[in-house]
């Protein structure tokens, strides 16, 4: 037989029995009354078997003996048709509910029937699980159908069981317990029936027919309020006539019996009683119109349990309906009627939700999410949403939707859908590990954090991300994120409130993270600075180490300083650095606080007035001071000493401190050198830190400095000759410290000066390096050429001595300091610098400017002879005339002269320097040319062509420091003084000298004072009393 003939004859012998079965059923309530709850079980136990008969008749896996299995169950339905057939027509009926003195007939009936369902059981138990395929749901109900229908035992009531039933209310209500499937309590109506034949494949067919068009202007709320008729929404087993109230026409949710043995919805029959009673004092069966002696109800046990059977596999079937049709559908109406078809299912029945789930459905509406309608998005989010309320769910969504999915929908331009997927992972995230899930994703709580800061903008979506983040941070890893993308309250709660591990936990994350706003960072000291300095005072091992590194990372922010000082940190730090001793420690918590202390001072707190101990100790005093150089004196770990140092480095602001600081390094010959050799360190911030120590303290013992820095293998030397900087052609910030360190050393000391000599070609080097290249070629190149053109001017201090002489001679540094004063690469300080260079060689101009000496003719051939020798023979001498000012033989490069090097005109630029210290520094090289021992009235000559008067009134006027106007002053007195009519008839005819010249006169110093009244007699302001020599 072929494969369609016999799946033709399969489906005429299920029709067969499922039309037996329904014969059966409506047979059944017209049976004898006193056993008429025998015969409802025994019709439930048949009605059940026709679940079986659907899934034989529908699976995609018929078994081989599917038909024989079908015939063999036909038999035993036949059998009992024709059992129950017979009763029937000889059915009579009690007035009293006691069976007549021939009961034998009924009792053999029901053995008879016991057996066909026993038999029937058997039959079932045979299907193999293969029909089933992945159904897990149907297997089990067919196996439990089975075992029932084996079990199964009819008991025949007796002439006093019988009698029970007109027991009063009180008596005859008892406690139904809930394995109690099938109690002898079951009735149906006895209205006409209407039966539904309709079968699963034929509900198929719905799928394959046009979708039934819904406007979009409708809404999607418009498509619930819809009755979903062009869905299927029918039985897909027979709806019996038992299963209506009689009263209602509707299927029962709780059918109840009364004394008539007729089956009501509860509901409808007690509100049938109570509007009875007000009509008629005595009570009457709706439907037999019998009285009734009392109105108790009796749950029908059997009846409920066999109508949500039906409801079940009904409501599991159209479940792989709507699956089929999300699978098919090819528009958005067909996908959004299939979504509300599975959320009513749902609706009303909460454990449908886990069918849903089972049936495989949830791959599609993963599927759907992205769809292009915006109104299947929010549809397939809403019944998401529905069936993220069970814990079972929640977890089988994760698995089959992507997550991530949702969280892109929070970014929606459409309100609706934003909230839908808020209340989705709001849901998911009730359940922890959905928790660690949403939050491994990436963007999900930074989304988060924004909508709720969004409240503003919609209140709805802040609040419930809001419930999100505080699910989600249940999870340190979570509280983390929260607090990199700029959300601190989970962290700092916990840390606040949570168990020692936590805080721990939470310590160290703040430690790790980069606080990004100003807000955050004030807003983290101010909650979390208290709770972190009990953890390192009271804490183990583990917690003062995290504590440790969170105060590190709060206090590198200095406005932080002042509040962590108030909460009590320094008294906390300098016990942990001078007296706390914790052994085995896994840590160096000196360390740890001496960077937390060197952060705060940085921040640059006061420091006068700060206790750092019970016994009264400032934080300046000597106590800390000796402490702290001892400890650096005795250190080795270099992170240590490297805090030490900046510790010493803000103290050294305080003048009690650093008067201490001095006298203790003096003393402690030991501490000197041992910061000199820190120097040649390796350690590039601790070599650099200790240049910063011995920078600040050469004001105050740099020939000390000096002294041991000279006795130290490899030094001056390698502070210019830096090993390391010949790998690279950036300058480094230890290479601008060494060259700053030795430019300010004291620079008349001969022996550092002697010591550095051989270096000066290294230096011109890398001066005309920078020149070429730029300072922008390194943020320290700056820095570094101030500190080279200061060691080139250590040498002009000390001319004197032959070798620095020829050193300036050799090099030329008159035309080396002239070139730097006006580069571009110069800054402020290098101007100033090379100005003070050039007042230093021109200084020495007229020691060493000569004039030629000339011998005397000692007859007149001679003189005769002697004249024509000079008149042929010096011709290069005459081209080297005498220097007007020196009144010799000068150069730029042996007499340093600065006229001959031009540097006049440079320096005299540079008196427009709005910074008031090159234009001193430049003043004072020119004044060297007005010196006594110069020809003053051709140097006068020289500076009135250069409009030098000029050049001068205008610095009296933009400066007004005394020392640079003491200056101005005595040059210009110089000039009255030699009565060049130009020179007078400038400084006359300036408007603004007088009024300052007489404010000089009153509230200056005493030179200043002397030189504004001379200048004031030469302008007949004041009388003149004569002549009187003023010096620089």
């Keep these: 037989m072929s494969l369609n003939s016999d799946s033709a004859l399969i489906n005429a012998i299920a029709e067969s029995t499922l039309a037996s079965t329904s014969d059966i059923i409506k047979t059944v309530p017209r049976l004898v009354e006193s056993q008429r709850e025998i015969f409802f079980e025994i019709g439930c136990y048949i009605y059940r078997t026709s679940f079986a008969v659907m899934e034989l008749q529908t699976t995609e896996t018929p078994p081989e003996n599917a038909r024989e299995i079908l015939e063999s169950l036909s038999r035993s339905i036949n059998e009992a048709k024709d059992l129950v057939s017979g009763c029937r027509r000889r059915s009579f009926v009690e007035e009293d509910g006691l069976l007549p003195s021939d009961d034998s007939d009924i009792r053999s009936t029901i053995s008879q029937l016991e057996e066909v369902i026993k038999r029937a059981g058997e039959i079932l138990r045979s299907i193999p699980s293969s029909t089933f395929i992945d159904n897990e749901y149907s297997e089990m109900a067919v196996r439990s159908i089975a075992s029932e229908m084996q079990n199964a035992q009819f008991k025949v009531l007796q002439k006093e069981e019988a009698a029970e039933e007109q027991m009063p209310e009180e008596a005859q209500r008892e406690p139904i317990e809930s394995s109690d499937l099938y109690p002898t309590n079951a009735d149906f109506s006895t209205n006409d029936s209407q039966v539904l034949d309709t079968k699963l494949p034929q509900l198929i067919q719905f799928l394959r027919r046009p979708t039934s068009s819904i406007s979009r202007n409708q809404g999607l709320k418009n498509h619930r309020s819809i009755s979903t008729t062009s869905f299927p929404d029918m039985a897909i087993e027979p709806l019996y006539e038992t299963f209506c109230c009689p009263l209602t026409k509707q299927v029962m949710e709780d059918p109840v019996t009364i004394q008539s043995g007729v089956t009501f919805e509860r509901k409808a029959i007690t509100k049938w009683f109570q509007d009875e009673f007000e009509s008629s004092p005595e009570a009457v069966c709706p439907v037999t119109a019998l009285k009734l002696t009392n109105t108790s109800l009796r749950t029908n046990v059997a009846l409920r349990t066999t109508i949500e059977e039906w409801k079940e596999r009904n409501e599991a079937a159209k479940i792989k309906v709507c699956r089929a049709a999300l699978s098919l559908a090819s528009t958005a109406s067909m996908a959004i009627e299939a979504v509300i078809n599975l959320q009513q299912i749902c609706t009303r029945n909460p454990f449908n939700k886990m069918q849903v789930c089972n049936a495989g459905i949830l791959p599609l509406l993963d599927n759907f999410l992205s769809h292009k309608d915006r109104d299947v998005r929010i549809a397939v989010l809403e019944f998401l949403v529905d069936l993220a309320e069970e814990d079972d769910g ?77 699910s989600l941070g249940r999870l340190p890893e979570n509280v983390k994120q929260m607090a990199e993308n700029g959300f601190l309250e989970p962290l700092i709660n916990q840390l606040s409130e949570g168990p020692e591990e936590v805080q721990i936990e939470m310590a160290s994350y703040l430690g790790e993270i980069s606080l990004g706003h100003e807000s955050q960072k004030t807003y983290v000291a101010d909650r979390a600075s208290p709770v972190l300095i009990r953890m390192v005072h009271n804490g183990n091992a583990l917690t003062r180490r995290a504590a440790f590194k969170a105060l590190a990372q709060i206090s590198s922010y200095h406005p932080n300083a002042n509040t962590l000082t108030e909460a009590g940190i320094l008294h906390i730090m300098v016990e942990e650095m001078f007296t706390r001793r914790i052994y085995n420690e896994p840590m160096d918590s000196k360390n740890e606080a001496a960077a937390i202390l060197a952060n705060i001072l940085e921040a640059g707190v006061e420091l006068q007035n700060l206790k750092v101990n019970s016994y009264g100790h400032k934080l300046t005093s000597d106590y800390v001071v000796y402490n702290i150089i001892h400890m650096l004196n005795n250190s080795t770990p270099e992170e240590l000493n490297i805090n030490l140092i900046r510790i010493i480095l803000c103290l050294a602001d305080s003048p009690n401190s650093m008067a201490t600081i001095v006298s203790v390094v003096k003393k402690q010959s030991e501490v000197s050198y041992n910061l000199i050799e820190l120097i040649n360190n390796p350690h590039e911030e601790l070599g650099v830190s200790a240049i910063k120590l011995l920078i600040k303290l050469s004001p105050y013992m740099g020939h000390t400095v000096i002294e041991r820095l000279c006795k130290t293998r490899g030094l001056p030397e390698n502070l210019i000759l830096d090993e390391t900087a010949g790998t690279t052609t950036r300058t480094t910030e230890r290479q601008a410290l060494s060259a700053l360190f030795l430019a300010k050393l004291p620079h008349k000391n001969l022996t550092l000066n002697l010591a550095l000599v051989g270096l000066v070609p290294r230096i011109l080097d890398s001066i005309n390096q920078i020149q070429s290249s730029g300072t922008r070629s390194s943020r320290h190149s700056s820095a570094y050429l101030e500190g080279l053109v200061g060691v080139l001017v250590r040498f002009t201090a000390t001319l004197y001595e032959p070798q620095m002489l020829f050193l300036a001679r050799t090099h030329n540094f008159t035309s080396v300091f002239t070139q730097l004063l006006l580069t571009k690469t110069s800054n402020d300080e290098v101007q100033r610098l090379s100005a003070f260079g050039l007042e230093n060689l021109s200084a020495e101009s007229v020691n060493l400017s000569k004039p030629p000496k000339t011998k005397k003719p000692t007859s007149l051939g001679k003189s005769f002879s002697m004249r024509k020798f000079l008149s042929f023979g010096s011709s290069k001498k005459r081209r080297a005339p005498l220097c007007p000012v020196h009144r010799g033989v000068c150069s730029s490069q042996d007499t340093f002269c600065l006229v001959d090097a031009n540097a006049v005109e440079r320096l005299l630029t540079c008196l427009d320097h709005e910074n ?14 007005l010196d006594d021992r110069v020809d003053l009235e051709s140097s006068i000559a020289m500076l009135i062509g250069k409009n030098a008067v000029k050049q001068i009134l205008h610095v009296v006027t933009e400066h007004g420091s005394e020392a640079l106007r003491h200056k101005c002053f005595w040059f210009l007195e110089r000039f009255l003084e030699s009565g060049a009519d130009s020179s007078v008839g400038d400084i006359s005819m300036d408007r603004s000298l007088p009024a300052i010249v007489i404010s000089a006169f009153h509230h200056g110093d005493g030179n200043t004072r002397q030189m504004a009244e001379k200048i004031l007699g030469h302008l007949n302001r004041v009388p003149n009393y004569g002549t009187t020599h003023f010096t620089m």
């Design 394 to 470: 929640k977890e089988m969504i994760a698995k089959a939707v992507d997550l991530s999915a949702v969280v892109r929908l929070l970014s929606s331009g459409h309100q609706v859908i934003k909230h839908q997927s808020l209340l989705l992972l709001l849901e998911l995230a009730r359940l922890e590990t959905m928790s660690e899930r949403i939050g491994s994703i990436t963007g999900s709580i930074l989304m988060l954090i924004k909508l709720k800061y969004s409240h503003s903008l919609d209140s709805f979506a802040s609040e419930k991300a809001d419930e999100i983040l505080r």
């Design 916 to 929: 008031a210290k090159v234009v001193d520094a430049a003043l004072s090289a020119i004044c060297t040319l």
